[in-house]
Each structure stands twice: as C-alpha cells, then as structure tokens.
C-alpha cells in the first residue's frame, strides 16, 4: 500500500509533480520581453501584481485568456478603462481561493509583487500558485531574486 501524504498537503498536489520552470528578471523591459519568446495562443496566463494592467494587456495579445490581479482598487480601476478587453480583478496575491474561484486552469503564472518585496515572501507566493495550478511557466520581476 502506497504512502499517503500528511494531512496538512493532502489538498496540494505540488507534491506529485516537479516544480515549474522559473525566470526571474530584475526590470520591466526583461520581465515583458519573455511574452513573446514563452506564451502561447492556447496559454491561460494569470498576471499577479497587474497595476496599471501594461503587461497584462501584452499578455492578452499572445495568449488565451490572461488576468491581471492587484490587491490595489485604484489600480485597477485605471487598468479596467486603459484596457477594457482585458480582465483585470482585485484579488490580493495571497489570496489563492479567490483566483481559484475564477474558474480559469492557469498554466502560467507572471509575478510583479512591487518588484522588491523580499524574496521569501514572492517564492512563498509562487509555490501556492504551483501547489493549485499545473503551471509549466512561472516568470518573476523581483530585483532581490
């Protein structure tokens, strides 16, 4: 008989698989410039830390569905009427329920977390997402990365 997992990982399914790949680029032109090289048109790509919603709407001109996600109103709010095309929700990146709610099967993830916050608190973030989602392309802008 097979080992089961602890019941604190029984709901993550990280375990059963490796890790995503990571790129992690410290400015906006290097974080925006993987787009064209990594997304597909059949992606389903989840933008966490949208603001202004910029790459997000990139996102949307290369893939299937992309969503932008700020735990800022006002961010959103500004990128909802640049970008009315575009989906944008205000969901903290901490809050995976309401991302899993959206009822999207994100196969990658883009983190722009403010781009500084510490490390720990951004690879935290990524392993939550990869723990839900099968995401074969996780990309971070973080400077301290």
């Known amino acids: 008989r097979g080992r089961r997992p602890p019941p604190a990982m029984a709901d993550r399914r990280w375990w059963r698989r490796p890790p995503p790949p990571l790129i992690i680029t410290d400015h906006v032109p290097e974080y925006r410039a ?11 790509v989840l933008e966490l830390g949208c ?20 735990r800022a109103e006002h961010c959103i709010t500004m990128a909802r009427k640049r970008f009315p095309a575009v989906r944008f929700e205000v969901i903290d990146a901490d809050d995976v329920a309401s991302v899993l709610r959206l009822d999207i099967p994100f196969n990658k993830l883009y983190v722009d977390l403010s781009g500084s916050r510490p490390p720990g608190v951004v690879l935290d973030c990524v392993e939550s997402y990869s723990a839900v ?13």
Not at 58 to 69: D, F, I, K, S
Not at 133 to 145: G, Q
């Open 34 to 44: 993987t787009i064209a090289k990594y997304v597909q048109p059949e992606d389903r």
């Open 51 to 70: 603001a202004g919603g910029i790459t997000t709407d990139r996102l949307a001109q290369h893939c299937e569905v992309a969503v932008g996600a700020d």
């Open 133 to 145: 989602f099968d995401l074969d392309l996780v990309v971070i802008k973080n400077e301290p990365l």
